[in-house]
Each structure stands twice: as structure tokens, then as C-alpha cells.
């Protein structure tokens, strides 16, 4: 399926489609959500409620963030009762791609206090959901694969120099495995007066948490999401508000590795359009 263009509304016979299923009326507004980077998004203007249609992409396969609507669709439903997810409504097929439907969540995406963010992700991590995704990674030789696959996808000079910078510290897969959201970034955090609402959820993993904590934490993904990294004190506010002194340690030992992983994402971002990257690379590449 070839990327669709920037379209003020979903393809007619979708829409078609949603009124059939009585998810939309006749005549549906519509406006683009340009939050996403990979996906089209929709606000649906209702009455009494908005909605959310989210059209997956099936152009590029990314090789860190999956891009999986059953995946969303489980993890909506699983999230469904802890208030801090948006309200799944449906899913389905449209050609080769798929799409969910899910009630709108008020606020603007994540920029300031992180001890919220903190507290949020312990909340995730901590709670007893059974949903079947995908093991994540877990422990420094898992990292190191996962980096090593990226670079092979990699072309440029940069590739080499990625290569000799990749740590040495050897840290054990954890038993503590949880539920991750594996794409916490500021854009996927929204912020209401009733408190913070994780959304995107096509990338969860059954893993390590210290992967959402780098995710987070991400000087790249923050200069992306939010324009500008974390400072040393929200950082030490975030993982403080985290509260689990024993999963804050293993991060620490895990970072330059995060960090590394991250730094090939960036060149293989770069590489294939994305020239907004460059700038994450030199973040995560000073961390190393």
C-alpha cells in the first residue's frame, strides 16, 4: 500500500464504511492530527464527544517501533478501566491496512513536569494486565542485537563510526518482566486537568521497563517530541516520582546501551528521510 497523501479526511468509501457501522454519521467532520509520525490521524467532531480514526501505514517497516493496530486494539481494551488510556470503540480492515476507532482524550501533548510521567509509567508497570505482545528486549546482548540489525539497514559513513562506539558492559536479562508501552515519547503523553492519557499504543512489548524509562528519557526523542532534552533535574524528578529504586539501578547500567540502540535508530531515521534525526543522533552519540 503506497503512503497516503495528507488528506483533511479519511478516503470516502472509508468513511462509507464507519457510517455503515453507525461510528459516524452521514456527514462526519474531520479534522488532521499531525501528533504521529507514522500513522494518518483523524479527530472525528462529534455532538456530544469527539473521536479518533487512526489509518496504519504499511510503507515503512521500522525496525524499533512496531506499527501493529491489533496490538493497539488489545491494549485499549486490556487499559480499558484504568483511566488512563482512551476508550476503544472498533477496529477493522481498510485495503491492505487496518484502522481503530477510539473516544478522543483532552489535552495538549506532555512538555513540563516529569514527576507526573514518572508516576504514570510506575502505574503501568505495576499492574496485573495479561495481553499478548511480542517479548521485548531484555539485558545488554539483546540490546546489542537489536542495534546491530538497524546498522546492517544502514548505509553511510556513520555506520562505522556506531560500530566502534558500542558499550562493553554486559548487563543480565531481568525476571521482572511487565507490560510496556515501548513508545512513551512526549507526543504520545496528553496532559488534562484530569490527569495524563497514554496514547499510541501499536508498539507494546511484554519486557523490561527500563526500555519505557529510556524511551522517555530519550535526549533524542525529546528534542523530536518536545524540542529540547530533559534537564538533569527533571530527570532525576522522573525517575524519584518512578519510585522503584531497584529498576532506576538496572537503567542506569543499561543506558549507554539504550543510548547506542537509539543512536542507530537516529542514522537509519536519517538515512531514509528523516533529516530532523541528525540532531537526536549527536544527543544519544554524546552520551557514549
Known amino acids: 500500500m503506497e503512503p497516503l497523501p495528507d488528506l483533511p479526511a479519511p478516503p470516502r468509501d472509508l468513511v462509507d464504511h464507519l457510517h455503515a457501522q453507525r461510528l459516524v454519521n452521514a456527514h462526519p467532520r474531520f479534522e488532521t492530527l499531525y501528533g504521529g509520525r507514522t500513522n494518518k490521524v483523524w479527530k472525528v467532531k462529534g455532538r456530544d464527544s469527539d473521536k479518533v480514526l487512526k489509518l496504519y501505514s504499511t510503507a515503512l517497516r521500522n525496525p524499533l517501533f512496531r506499527n501493529d493496530a491489533e496490538l493497539e486494539a488489545l491494549c485499549l481494551k486490556a487499559l480499558g478501566t484504568t483511566g488512563f488510556v482512551p476508550r476503544l470503540r472498533a477496529t477493522g480492515q481498510y485495503k491492505e491496512a487496518r484502522w481503530v476507532f477510539y473516544d478522543h482524550a483532552p489535552g495538549a501533548p506532555w512538555r513540563q513536569d516529569s514527576a507526573?510521567?514518572?508516576?504514570?509509567?510506575?502505574?503501568?508497570?505495576?499492574?496485573?494486565?495479561?495481553?499478548?505482545?511480542?517479548?521485548?528486549?531484555?539485558?545488554?546482548?539483546?540490546?546489542?542485537?537489536?542495534?546491530?540489525?538497524?546498522?546492517?539497514?544502514?548505509?553511510?559513513?556513520?555506520?562505522?563510526?556506531?560500530?566502534?562506539?558500542?558499550?562493553?558492559?554486559?548487563?543480565?536479562?531481568?525476571?521482572?518482566?511487565?507490560?510496556?508501552?515501548?513508545?512513551?515519547?512526549?507526543?504520545?503523553?496528553?496532559?488534562?486537568?484530569?490527569?495524563?492519557?497514554?496514547?499510541?499504543?501499536?508498539?507494546?512489548?511484554?519486557?523490561?521497563?527500563?526500555?519505557?524509562?529510556?524511551?522517555?528519557?530519550?535526549?533524542?526523542?525529546?528534542?523530536?517530541?518536545?524540542?529540547?532534552?530533559?534537564?538533569?533535574?527533571?530527570?532525576?524528578?522522573?525517575?524519584?516520582?518512578?519510585?522503584?529504586?531497584?529498576i532506576v539501578a538496572r537503567y542506569e547500567q543499561l543506558r549507554p546501551w539504550y543510548a547506542w540502540r537509539m543512536a542507530t535508530y537516529c542514522l537509519w531515521r536519517a538515512e531514509n528521510g528523516a533529516p530532523d534525526y541528525a540532531t537526536g543522533l549527536n544527543l544519544e552519540t554524546a552520551i557514549l
Not at 178 to 206: E, K, M, Y
Open 116 to 246: 507526573q510521567v514518572g508516576a504514570l509509567l510506575r502505574k503501568l508497570h505495576t499492574l496485573p494486565i495479561a495481553v499478548q505482545a511480542p517479548a521485548g528486549c531484555n539485558g545488554s546482548a539483546d540490546l546489542r542485537a537489536h542495534g546491530k540489525r538497524i546498522l546492517q539497514g544502514c548505509t553511510s559513513n556513520g555506520r562505522d563510526k556506531l560500530a566502534d562506539l558500542q558499550p562493553s558492559n554486559s548487563v543480565a536479562p531481568t525476571q521482572q518482566t511487565c507490560l510496556i508501552h515501548g513508545d512513551p515519547v512526549a507526543g504520545n503523553i496528553l496532559v488534562a486537568t484530569g490527569g495524563l492519557t497514554l496514547i499510541d499504543w501499536q508498539c507494546p512489548a511484554l519486557g523490561d521497563p527500563c526500555e519505557d524509562l529510556a524511551l522517555f528519557l530519550s535526549p533524542a526523542m525529546q528534542q523530536l517530541y518536545r524540542g529540547s532534552p530533559l534537564s538533569k533535574k527533571e530527570e532525576d524528578q522522573f525517575l524519584s516520582a518512578y519510585g522503584r529504586p531497584e
